[in-house]
């Protein structure tokens, strides 16, 4: 059964895709009678035509910013149940590339699509509501008498704190906090909370605004290795959930990238290095190139690692 955290299909005509799917042929369509399975059917068809649209694509995206090219013409496609992992050096532009996403870095070529809707075509400040962010720029932002239960509600409306709740706002946030784990934490204060508990209400936070699509940027920084793997497990868990959101998860370290991640972009200086599916993509030549460093990289059930070569001097580990 479809989890009731998930969007509805959106039926208002703001909220209908932009780019709209092919017509079905419809022979009843100069009558009034239409036989009640042939409805049913041609809902369904409509429904799979409106899933198969990409959740992202992104066509020849170039962003200059004084004088320095922060990306360059990436083409990139994420669709229904993919999870997606962005690995890269510092300064590769993956944060920028999620900003662009999000609508925080406006794009100086190309274009780009999120849930069926084209950037300069649509207020983006209404599809941020159905985008879950968790980066280190929100934690900075939230108010240190916040407490968990206004943290999470605050996302059904894409805001930092929250002034004034519902009592529906109320009533989901709790439930929310419930499934990440968190109801402990509904009236404590953000400026006493763990690193690991703020990671979670941002989760819980990103997960109020019914996201088809969660974008997570390095959201296990600053966590101790015992709270990384907890969090890990969760996101496993998520991306576990038939109808959950689609996950694109940026971080520095391959053993982040839990089994249910099936895709991974590499960015190097700004371009796409490489694309495709994690078994085929994440190898030690592609991940030497992507870091411009020997590296080697070894599987265990579903897990990676990484190894530098440093020199003559022996190995490191990432
Ligand atoms: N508004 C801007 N103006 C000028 N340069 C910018 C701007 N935003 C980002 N940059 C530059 O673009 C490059 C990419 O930055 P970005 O934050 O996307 O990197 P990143 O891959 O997320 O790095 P990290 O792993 O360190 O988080 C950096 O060199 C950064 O200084
Ligand atoms: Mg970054």
Redesign the pocket.
Known sequence: MRPNWIPPVPNSNSQLPITTPPKCPDKWAHTEIRPPLFQALVGRLWENMRNQQPIIQVEKLTIY??G?T?LKSINWKVREREHWVIL??????????LSALNGY?MPSDGNIQVLGRTYGETDWRDLRKEIGLVSSELIKMVEPWEDGLGIVASGRKAIINSWKISRAEQVAAKKILRQIEAAHLEKRLWQVLSQGERQRLLIGRALMARPKLLILD?PCAGLDPVAREHFLNFVQRLARQRGGPSLVL?T?HVEEIMPNFSHVLL?KN?SALAQGKINVTLTPELLSRTFGAQVQLKRNRGRNRMTISQGQKGKAEF
């Open positions: 910013r004084q320095n922060i890269g050096a510092n300064g590769s532009g993956k944060t920028s590339l870095l390095e940026v520095h960015l700004g």
